[in-house]
């Protein structure tokens, strides 16, 4: 913290954890297990209130979220930048506009680098911090030919399900 520039650390406010995956949150509330700053208020609830408050716009400062929205990144991103979404806390007026153009598009290509500009604008911009990264460990057995880890990149489980092979005996 001090090489950051924090030597006495900084208060971030209230940290809403994304339950059950990072648990009651109060050890991800501190900068690291050696630092004894704290620099966010965990704020323990289960998914179900969590996500009602969420939805209602009432909470405020640090959210951990997760989506596992079907559909293409347009769907997936409407939920955190569009204005229609439901979990948008504010929004860029220029992301919007390429949204709503993205939306309307009937060819692929102009729409593929209109969703490609939103995601430079938000990388650009900051709008959200990649500080946690969904990971599991997978067993694979002796009887799996394919069991189906990675077919889809990006995605934490073993998928997709028709994809997966058992060895012949």
Known sequence: MAEAGYPNGFDAGDFYPWPPYIGDGRGAGRVSPGDRHQVAH???WSARALTTAWREKKLKNLIVGITGAAGNAATRLEAYVSREG?????????????????AREVDVKRREALI??????????????????????????????????????????????????????
């Open 42 to 44: 965990p704020r323990s």
């Open 86 to 102: 439901a979990y948008t806390a504010g929004v860029i007026p220029e992301v919007e506009d390429l949204f709503q153009r993205q």
């Open 116 to 169: 490609h500009q939103i995601q430079q604008i938000l990388f650009d911009r900051v709008t959200y911090v990649p500080i946690y990264e969904l990971a599991f460990t997978w067993g694979i057995g002796p009887r799996l030919e394919e069991p189906g880890i990675s077919l889809i990149r990006g995605y934490a489980y073993s998928a997709p399900y028709e994809d997966l092979k058992l060895k012949k005996p």
